[in-house]
């Protein structure tokens, strides 16, 4: 069984940032992309970035482009999320998900084990 842990939410006003921290149990975390996703009271959960299994290989969404990056630690079983120039439409809970594969996914169907989630609220 594979568990995933997030944290570094948190507030922040506009402008801000926050680093997401997501620790994986297991011994074949190397081995699997990773994934952050974001899902917003009254919508789906979406994409925010994706890496495959060495870290080699990223992907992001339009709207956080040069805002966040995605790194991976594989000694540490941690994948991260900096998030730079935070915006208040960047609000959401934020889920790691682990992907079924070793190339980086862009759906959740494609994520077989989630974390709990962590809130980030950006003010105004």
């Known amino acids: 069984q594979v568990q995933l842990v997030e944290s570094g939410g948190g507030l922040v006003q506009a402008g801000g940032s926050l680093r997401l921290s997501c620790a994986a149990s297991?011994?074949?975390?190397?081995?699997?992309?990773m994934g952050w996703f974001r899902q917003a009271p009254g919508k789906e959960r979406e994409l925010v970035a994706a890496?495959?299994?060495?870290?080699?290989?990223?992907s992001y969404a339009d709207s956080v482009k040069g805002r966040f990056t995605v790194s991976r630690d594989n000694a540490k079983n941690t994948v991260y999320l900096q998030m730079n120039s935070l915006k208040p439409e960047d609000t959401a809970v934020y889920y790691c998900?682990?992907?079924?594969?070793?190339?980086?996914?862009?759906?959740?169907?494609?994520?077989?084990?989630w974390g709990q989630g962590t809130q980030v609220t950006v003010s105004s």
């Open positions: 297991g011994r074949t975390f190397s081995n699997y992309a």
């Open positions: 890496i495959n299994f060495s870290g080699g290989s990223t």
């Open positions: 998900g682990r992907a079924r594969g070793f190339s980086a996914k862009l759906y959740p169907r494609e994520y077989d084990y």
